[in-house]
Each structure stands twice: as C-alpha cells, then as structure tokens.
C-alpha cells in the first residue's frame, strides 16, 4: 500500500480549475482593509473564490479585459482580494493573471493563526493529490486539489507523513494531504494532531518523532503496488533550484502482500564529476525490518554506505545525470511481518 497519493487529472490552463464542493457552506478567510483599492485588469478568464485557494468555494468568474478592484493579497502574494458583489463584497482570484501596480502597497490579509496563536503557514503542491477524511489512503477523498495549489497547513499527524489542512468545502472545514508533495518548511514544528483533529499533547521528555505502530489484522499485509526495478513508485529529480527534499511513506510485508518498493533518486546536471550529498533518514514501525540496497545506473552499487530502520541523516553522496535506485525489502524472524516506513531524503547544499 504505496502512500504517494498522486492522482491523474487533467488540470484546464492558464486559470485555477474548480475543484469539487460539499453542501456545506465553508467559511472564506477574509479580512477588511482601511486601504484604497488598487485597480487590476484580468489578462484572462479568472475563478473568483470565496478565499485565497482551489480548495474555496467558487462564487462566478470574471471575463478577461474586465477591471477588478484589489483590496489587498494573501502572505504568498498568489492570491488577490478584490471586491466582489456576492456574497460578503470581497472575493479571491490568482494573482499571476490580473495586471496591476503598487504591489507593494497592498495589505497582507487572509492569514490563519495555529491553536499556539502563530500564523499557518503556507505549503504549495508538487503533484496533484487527494485530501481526505483522516492521515491515510484508508480515509474517504474529500476532494482533489491540483499541482502548485496553495495550501493552509494547520497540523500534522505523529510522525508528519500527513498533513491537516484548511480545506472550507469539508463539513468541519479541515482534511489531510499526504506530506511528501507539500513543499514547506519545518513541518515537524507543526501541532501534532490526532485523525480527528485535535491536538495532542506533547509528554515533557518524549521526543515527538515516530509513533509507535502496532499492526491491526486489518492492516497486516501490504498491498502490492505493482512498482519495480522498471518502474519505480517514485522517481525524485533534486536540483538546487528544484526539489531539495522529499518524504516517502509506505508499507511492506511478508511472506504475503508486498515485499519490496523502488525509489528512484536523480541528481539535474550532466557533469557526472559533479557530486551531491544526501542526507537519508529511515523510521520504521512494526515486527520487522528493512534491508536497503542501492543501484547505480541498473548495476549494484558498492562503498554507497548504508540505511537501516532507525537511522538518522546518514550521509549518501551521489554523482549528477546518473540514476540511482533504492530497493526497499522487508525481513523479519515472524512467520508473517508487516513494517510501516517513512524515508526522509535531504540535498545538502
């Protein structure tokens, strides 16, 4: 049961697409500005939103050429407020297709304050992903939300594999998305919070890395995700202007069930004298272990090192242009092993 989450849809461009919506009512994120609006023109057909992301209700359209009046923008400057009749007098449309200037007088508005009262902070999207009711593939999809879509990020499960997000067109306004496509900053500094939301209170002492997993019979075989040598279950391009890091999780078990999963790893360049390094990270639950093996350009690597359950930022340097490909296999004394992973990968620039 890979935990990836990339979902196929076509996406219409250059506008944001409408994503689906519930009945309920979500509450937008608005905010009053004392500041002059500042006069935008649309270059494009644009969605108006009832907040600054796909995930908010879609309240109409405005025509390309038409004039929008601006009263302010969300902290990552994607998002526009700009007044707009129905249903409060302000709405929300993408930044990157209305003309205007004096950006810099624009009030920052929009934002969410977490249960400590610091601001949310803001992820975007690498790929295009499920949200749903709880942190796992079991759970209900709530929606989907397209690639570079801007994300509200209110909390993280246990060991931050799933995030809690701002999601108004759920009943109770929240759903999860998988971490390992949410491009953000210190997401174990995050509240740490339960299936249903709730905060859960840190142990004075207790580190708050991986929690501990106990495999359920409903749980305990792995389901074959038909990846391979071939066709790995994700293929990773680092690149210092790029992806600099990335969260896998998954799971593994046997004598049934799956038994292996294949990350692929690529370093942007051509200069194979050009070297990397990696910083690797495996933590593991469950009644067994994991052995890692690395292959460089379809062949066995040697001297790379290597990776085992519980390791923590081992060094791993790798060459630019060359695929390498990590194989994750379960082992176990039990006749019958389940082990649920995270691998954490790191480029040292």
């Not at 990339?6 to 250059?14: E, R």
């Not at 270059?43 to 601006?70: A, M």
């Not at 690797?280 to 639950?285: E, G, H, P, T, Y």
């Not at 052995?291 to 460089?296: G, I, R, S």
Request: charged share 15%.
């Amino acid at each position: 049961m890979t935990e990836t989450e990339a979902v196929n849809i076509l996406i219409p461009t250059p506008s944001e697409t409408a994503t689906p919506t519930s009945s309920t009512t979500p509450i937008p994120i608005l905010s009053t500005s004392t500041n002059q609006p500042i006069s935008g023109l649309a270059l494009w057909q644009l969605n108006v939103r009832s907040g600054p992301g796909v995930q908010y209700t879609l309240l109409g359209k405005i025509n390309q050429g038409e004039i929008v009046q601006i009263n302010g923008q969300d902290p990552s400057s994607e998002w526009l407020m700009i007044v707009y009749a129905d249903p409060s007098g302000q709405a929300w449309v993408t930044a990157e297709y209305v003309q205007y200037t004096s950006a810099g007088n624009l009030p920052i508005v929009g934002s969410i304050t977490l249960s400590n009262g610091t601001p949310a902070p803001q992820g975007t999207l690498s790929e295009k992903i499920n949200v749903r009711e709880g942190p796992g593939t079991q759970y209900e999809s709530l929606g989907i939300l397209p690639a570079n879509a801007t994300i509200w990020i209110i909390g993280r499960n246990l060991d931050g594999s799933w995030l809690l997000i701002n999601y108004p067109s759920a009943p109770d306004g929240k759903g999860w998305v998988i971490s390992g496509y949410v491009i953000v900053q210190d997401i174990m500094g995050l509240p740490a919070m339960d299936s249903a939301g709730t905060l859960i209170h840190k142990t004075p002492g207790v580190p708050p890395e991986i929690a501990a997993f106990t495999p359920t019979a409903e749980l305990s075989i792995a389901t074959n995700d038909d990846d391979s040598f071939e066709k790995p279950a994700i293929s990773i391009v680092f690149s210092p202007i790029g992806t600099e890091k990335i969260r896998y999780t998954s799971d593994l078990s046997q004598p049934n069930g799956d038994r292996t999963d294949w990350v692929k790893v690529q370093f942007q360049g051509s200069n194979q004298s050009d070297l990397v390094s990696i910083t690797a990270s495996l933590f593991c639950s469950g009644n067994g272990s994991i052995v890692v093996q690395l292959f460089k350009d379809l062949q066995k690597a040697d001297n790379w090192g290597e990776l085992s359950c519980g390791d923590k930022d081992q060094l791993i340097k790798i060459s630019a242009g060359i695929q390498y490909i990590f194989q994750f296999e379960i082992v176990g004394q039990a006749s019958s092993s389940y082990i649920f992973y995270t691998i954490d990968m790191d480029m040292i620039q």
